[in-house]
């Protein structure tokens, strides 16, 4: 099952991503001013940078956290079927997945102290191995808060699990602030995770279609 996101007919936005570190620059696209502010005095503008080169695009960061399409060109593969609960699944684990394309899809909670892991087909990542984008370091989810899907982005596909944060003193407007894992996933359907997994903690009040 798929969702897509509103199809956007405001102008186009410009601006500048610059790389691991805060910069001003001025709103200069293609060597002229962005439209919107052309004629006017130069317009400099501060970005929080993160390492998108590599990494996710921007628009399925946003889609997977939010769990909702932020771009036209964005849709999102949701699970047809429910979750299974498995304590025999993986040794020492306790196993949530969906089927997808005939694999395993989900999480496996460690019944102990070692790390948790995400489960995609034959492949079982440590939480702890993701790489922590925006400095924080990667949590344990519940698999009752999390949501799981497939992003869609321009032919290419990516996994998602995002969530809240639980416990206590993370309600109220602290339920704005989500966690995800990503990777990138191989062909347009994606049949296995073939990119680093990613970590990302962001406040979804920010996002904009």
């Known amino acids: 099952r798929r969702r897509s996101g509103p199809v956007n007919t405001s102008t186009n936005s410009c601006f500048v991503l610059v ?11 293609s060597g002229g001013l962005c439209p919107a502010i052309q004629g006017a005095a130069p ?3 501060a970005f929080p940078l993160h390492s998108f080169a590599s990494g996710p695009p921007l628009k399925v ?3 997977c956290l939010a769990f909702d399409a932020m771009s036209p060109t964005v849709s999102i593969e949701e699970p047809d079927e429910p979750g299974v609960v498995d304590d025999g699944f993986m040794r020492g684990y306790s196993t949530f997945t969906y089927r997808r394309k005939g694999k395993v899809f989900g999480y496996a909670a460690n ?8 489960v995609f087909g034959s492949q079982a990542r440590p939480i702890s191995s993701a790489k ?37 003193g993370r309600s109220g407007s ?20 073939v990119g680093p997994l990613y970590f990302f903690v962001r406040d979804i009040r920010t996002f904009r279609r």
Not at 19 to 29: G, S
Not at 111 to 118: P, R, S
Request: glycine share 8%.
């Open 19 to 29: 790389i691991n570190t805060v910069v001003c620059l001025p709103a200069i696209v």
């Open 111 to 118: 019944k102990g102290k070692q790390t948790d892991k995400i």
């Open 61 to 63: 960061i946003e889609s």
């Open 132 to 168: 922590p984008v925006d400095n924080v370091k990667p949590e344990r989810l519940s698999t009752t808060l999390a949501e799981f899907g497939v992003i869609h982005y321009r032919s290419k596909a990516y996994m998602c699990i995002s969530s809240n944060f639980d416990g206590i």
């Open 43 to 45: 317009v400099w503008l």
């Open 174 to 193: 602290y339920q704005n602030v989500r966690f995800g894992y990503i990777s990138l996933l191989t062909g347009k359907d994606g049949s296995t995770l």
